[in-house]
C-alpha cells in the first residue's frame, strides 16, 4: 500500500529564513511526486510535481523540491520565505495515468514570523 | 485556473437526512474524484471516477454514494447523513495520460 508520511506537523519560521518542508512516501512501483498548498479557506494548488528526469525540479512561487529514491523522500524548499507563503503544504504520491487517485500526507503548516 | 465549481459551497444538514454535493467540469477531462479533508488526516479519497457511469471506491467510501451520468459532472451523495461525515469535501479532475490533479474550491458540510 502507499503511504506519505509529512514528520512536521507545524513549523514556524521567520520572513526571509530558508526552509525545507520534509516527505517521505512508500510506494511499490515509480512514484509520481507533488507537493500542493492550501491557503486558508481555499483549495489545492499544484506547487511542482516529479515523475522521471532531473531530481531537482522548480516549481511556482520560487519553491524546488529534490527528489532521493534512497532515501524514499520528496522535500520542498524555498530559500527566501515571505509572509505570503503562510499555508497548508501537502505531499502526494501516486501512479503516473488516472485510475487511481492519489494518497496524501497529513500536511504541514507553514506559520511566517515578520 | 481549471473550470472547477462545487455546490453548494456551504451547507449546514442534521443528522439522518440526505445530501448531494456537485462537482462541475468545462475541462472535458475523463477522471474525478471525491476527497474529504479533515484535521490530521489530509486528504482522503471517497470514490473516483474513470469516465462516464465507470466509478471505484476510495478508501473512506462507507456512507457515501456517486454518480457520474455526464462527463462535466460528478456528484457525491449521502444518503443518511452523520456527524462524522462532517468535513470539507473536495473535488478534482485529472486528464488522460497524467495523474496531475487540479482542485475545485471545496464545500464544507457541517452535519449536527
Known amino acids: 500500500a502507499q503511504s506519505v508520511t509529512q514528520p512536521d506537523i507545524h513549523i514556524t519560521v521567520s520572513e526571509g529564513a530558508s526552509l525545507e518542508l520534509r516527505c517521505n512516501y512508500s510506494?511499490?512501483?515509480?512514484?509520481?511526486l507533488f507537493w500542493y498548498v492550501q491557503s486558508p479557506g481555499q483549495g489545492l494548488q499544484l506547487l511542482l510535481k516529479?515523475?522521471?528526469?532531473?531530481?531537482l525540479v522548480q516549481g511556482i512561487k520560487g519553491f524546488e523540491a529534490e527528489f532521493k529514491r534512497s532515501q524514499s523522500s520528496f522535500n520542498l524548499r524555498k530559500p527566501s520565505v515571505h509572509w505570503s507563503d503562510a499555508a497548508e503544504y501537502f505531499c502526494?504520491?501516486?501512479?503516473?495515468?488516472?485510475?487511481?487517485?492519489?494518497?496524501f500526507g497529513s500536511g504541514t503548516r507553514l506559520q511566517v514570523q515578520p | 485556473d481549471a473550470g472547477i465549481t462545487q455546490s453548494p459551497r456551504h451547507k449546514v444538514t442534521e443528522t439522518g437526512t440526505p445530501v448531494t454535493l456537485r462537482c462541475h467540469q468545462t475541462?472535458?477531462?475523463?477522471?474525478m474524484y471525491w476527497y474529504r479533508q479533515d484535521p490530521g488526516h489530509g486528504l482522503r479519497l471517497i470514490h473516483y471516477?474513470?469516465?462516464?457511469?465507470?466509478?471505484d471506491k476510495g478508501e473512506v467510501s462507507d456512507g457515501y454514494s456517486v454518480s457520474r451520468s455526464k462527463t462535466e459532472d460528478f456528484l457525491l451523495t449521502l444518503e443518511s447523513a452523520t456527524s462524522s461525515q462532517t468535513s470539507v469535501y473536495f473535488c478534482?479532475?485529472?486528464?488522460?495520460?497524467?495523474?496531475?490533479?487540479?482542485f475545485g474550491p471545496g464545500t464544507r458540510l457541517t452535519v449536527l
Open positions: 478534482a479532475i485529472s486528464e488522460e495520460g497524467s495523474n496531475e490533479q487540479f
Open positions: 510506494y511499490g512501483a515509480t512514484p509520481y
Open positions: 516529479y515523475f522521471s528526469g532531473d531530481t
Open positions: 502526494a504520491v501516486g501512479p503516473y495515468t488516472g485510475r487511481r487517485a492519489l494518497t
Open positions: 475541462e472535458n477531462h475523463r477522471y
Open positions: 471516477s474513470y469516465g462516464v457511469k465507470d466509478t
